[in-house]
């Protein structure tokens, strides 16, 4: 079992920055692919990011490329999300997700373990 905990969430003003993290416990987090997603009221999860314990490139959604970046610590079983430029329609609950092996996934359903999420609002 892994347990997933994610911090940092909070309310920024349009074109400013957030870090968010998500601790593991239970397992370490080095043979896992460990994703983010959002997801607003009435809308399906949107994938975000992800990256492996391999360190290939890292899989970003098309509407973060360029602005949000996905990085990880194996050794504090960590992994942020450090979100730059920021948007009115970032606006949602940010998941942390991990999921056993190594191959860079998208849906949701790839994965094994969720957080319980953390609120990021942007103002306008």
């Known amino acids: 079992q892994v347990q997933l905990v994610e911090s940092g969430g909070g309310l920024v003003q349009a074109g400013g920055s957030l870090r968010l993290s998500c601790a593991a416990s239970?397992?370490?987090?080095?043979?896992?692919?460990m994703g983010w997603f959002r997801q607003v009221p009435g809308k399906e999860r949107e994938f975000v990011a992800a990256i492996n314990w391999r360190r290939d490139s890292p899989y970003y959604g098309d509407s973060v490329k360029g602005r949000f970046t996905i990085s990880r610590d194996n050794a504090k079983n960590t992994v942020y999300l450090q979100m730059n430029s920021l948007k009115s329609e970032d606006t949602s609950v940010y998941y942390c997700?991990?999921?056993?092996?190594?191959?860079?996934?998208?849906?949701?359903?790839?994965?094994?373990?969720w957080g319980q999420g953390t609120q990021v609002t942007v103002s306008s």
């Open positions: 997700a991990a999921a056993l092996g190594y191959e860079l996934r998208s849906a949701p359903s790839g994965y094994d373990y």
């Open positions: 239970g397992r370490t987090l080095g043979s896992y692919v």
